[in-house]
C-alpha cells in the first residue's frame, strides 16, 4: 500500500506524504521504514516493544515513532487505534531525513527551519527531547481524533485546489497541538516534583488552552471555569513561566500562525481563524505586534521555500 496520498485528478499529480488508516489495516504498516507514526491509542490495551524496550499501553495515550524505530505488539486485536503516517517533509519540503542526523541539524538551530524541526520532537531527538508514550485526557484524546479527521478529510475530499495546503495545515495544528501536550507534561511534571501536594492550575490552564487555541478565551472565562481570580492565575503564570496567562496564550497563537504563514498557502483570513480570531484585520494588527510584519509580507519573505498547492 501506498503510504502517502496522490491526486485524484491524474493531469496534476500531485503527492502528498499523508496517510490515516485504523485498526487492523494500520498494524500492517507499522513498522514501514520509509514514514513517521503518529498512534493514537483510543480504547483498549497491549504490551509492546519499542525498540527493544517494554512498555504497557493503556487508552486514550499516544505514541510517536520516527521511520527509524521499530515496534512490536503482544496483541492489538482489542485495541481501537488511529495511525497517521507521514513524511517529515509533509510539513517542510527541506525536511529531508537527512536533516536529523544531529551533526546536521545543529548547525540550523536559530533558523525557521530548525523551528520547524523542532515541532518534530515527539518523533526524534531533537534539542535533547525526551520522546515517551503521551497517556491522555478524554478531552484531549478527542482533539487529537478530531484533527486527523480533519487530514483525512482534506486527503479524501480533495475538493479544492488547496487540498495539499489545507491537510498540510491540519497536520502542522496536529504537530503544534502535541507540542503543547508534551511541554504541558514536562510542566505538570515539574510541578509534582515541586510541591506534591498542590494542584497546579498553570498545568491546568496551559492545558485547555492547548485544546482551543481556535477559540476566543477571556481572562473573565477562565475564572469562571477554573475557580480562581485572574490575580491568582496571573500570579502563577508569572512564578512558572514569567508572563501572563493572556500574554502566554497570545504567544502560543502567533506561533502557530507564523508556522501556518511560511509553511502554507491558505489564505490568510483561515490562519486568522485557526488561531482565535474572526476578524483578519485585527489579527494582522496582532501578528504585526508580535512578529514586526504583518501575516502578508510575513509570508512574502518565506515564499520561495513554500510548495505551490
Not at 36 to 48: A, R, V
Not at 279 to 304: H, I, Q, T, V
Request: overall charge neutral; glycine content about 2%.
Amino acid at each position: 500500500m501506498e503510504l502517502f496520498t496522490r491526486s485524484y485528478d491524474k493531469d496534476w499529480n500531485r503527492i502528498v506524504y499523508l496517510k490515516i488508516l485504523e485498526n487492523q489495516e494500520a498494524c500492517l504498516h507499522l513498522n514501514d521504514d520509509q514514514t513517521c507514526k503518529l498512534i493514537l491509542f483510543l480504547e483498549g490495551n497491549s504490551t509492546i516493544t519499542c525498540n527493544n524496550q517494554t512498555a504497557y499501553i493503556i487508552a486514550p495515550s499516544v505514541l510517536c515513532l520516527n521511520h527509524r524505530d521499530t515496534i512490536e505488539f503482544d496483541s492489538i486485536s482489542n485495541c481501537k487505534t488511529m495511525v497517521l503516517f507521514f513524511q517529515p517533509i509533509a510539513l517542510n519540503d527541506q525536511l529531508k531525513y537527512s536533516v536529523f542526523h544531529p551533526g546536521y541539524y545543529q548547525d540550523m538551530v536559530g533558523t525557521t527551519l530548525f523551528q520547524d524541526m523542532t515541532l518534530l520532537s515527539s518523533f526524534y531527538d531533537i534539542n535533547n527531547s525526551k520522546r515517551q508514550l503521551i497517556l491522555l485526557d478524554a478531552v484531549s484524546a478527542v482533539s487529537l481524533k478530531q484533527l486527523l479527521n480533519k487530514i483525512n478529510k482534506e486527503l479524501t475530499d480533495q475538493k479544492d485546489g488547496y487540498w495539499p495546503c489545507r491537510s498540510r495545515s491540519h497536520f502542522i495544528e496536529l504537530l503544534f497541538f502535541l507540542e503543547g501536550l508534551r511541554t504541558n507534561a514536562s510542566l505538570q511534571n515539574m510541578s509534582i516534583i515541586v510541591d506534591k501536594n498542590k494542584n497546579n492550575i498553570v498545568h491546568k490552564i496551559v492545558q485547555y488552552l492547548n485544546q482551543n487555541i481556535d477559540k476566543k478565551i477571556t481572562l473573565e472565562e477562565l475564572e469562571k471555569t477554573f475557580g480562581c481570580n485572574r490575580n491568582q492565575i496571573n500570579k502563577e503564570f508569572q512564578r512558572e513561566l514569567n508572563t501572563t496567562v493572556m500574554k502566554y496564550f497570545t504567544q502560543m497563537r502567533m506561533q502557530l500562525a507564523s508556522i501556518l504563514l511560511r509553511d502554507t498557502e491558505i489564505p490568510i483570513l483561515e490562519v486568522a481563524f485557526k488561531v482565535g480570531y474572526s476578524d483578519a484585520a485585527y489579527f494582522s494588527r496582532a501578528f504585526k505586534l508580535y512578529c514586526g510584519s504583518s501575516p502578508s509580507e510575513y509570508r512574502n519573505s518565506f515564499y520561495s521555500t513554500i510548495s505551490p498547492v
